[in-house]
């Protein structure tokens, strides 16, 4: 498995705008792009502070779905979103799954 962590920091009063963003991104995906979960966080302690961790089968997959024309489309509006309400544009961590644990 392979994971990316997105980091970001929003404008001040857009934080009602991420189910917005979370919904058009949610309508952009396509089935067999090798996407097994994300997860959407603010910070507690600094509610500006946005983190996104995606999970996929492998990195190869990940990077084959960046490049995929059908979500294209689908990413403009969450896009035009993004500039709307992020302060900073997003960071990008990649990170290799070496353990797993659900309960």
């Given amino acids: 498995?392979?994971?990316q962590l997105i980091?970001?920091?929003l404008k001040a009063g857009?934080?009602?705008q991420l189910p917005k963003l979370y919904e058009q991104l949610r309508a952009a995906e396509q089935p067999d792009t090798g996407l097994l979960r994300s997860t959407a966080m603010q910070d507690q302690n600094d509610p500006n502070r946005v983190y996104m961790l995606v999970v996929f089968e492998s990195e190869e997959a990940a990077r084959?779905?960046?490049n995929d024309p059908r979500r294209q489309e689908g990413l403009q509006?969450?896009?035009a979103t993004m500039a709307d309400?992020?302060?900073t544009p997003p960071e990008f961590t990649d990170l290799t799954v070496v353990e797993e644990t659900t309960y």
Wanted: charged share 45%; glycine share 0%.
């Fill in 14 to 16: 857009k934080e009602d």
């Fill in 1 to 3: 498995m392979w994971a």
């Fill in 64 to 66: 084959a779905r960046e």
């Fill in 7 to 9: 980091t970001t920091r």
């Fill in 85 to 87: 309400i992020f302060e």
């Fill in 77 to 79: 509006a969450a896009r």
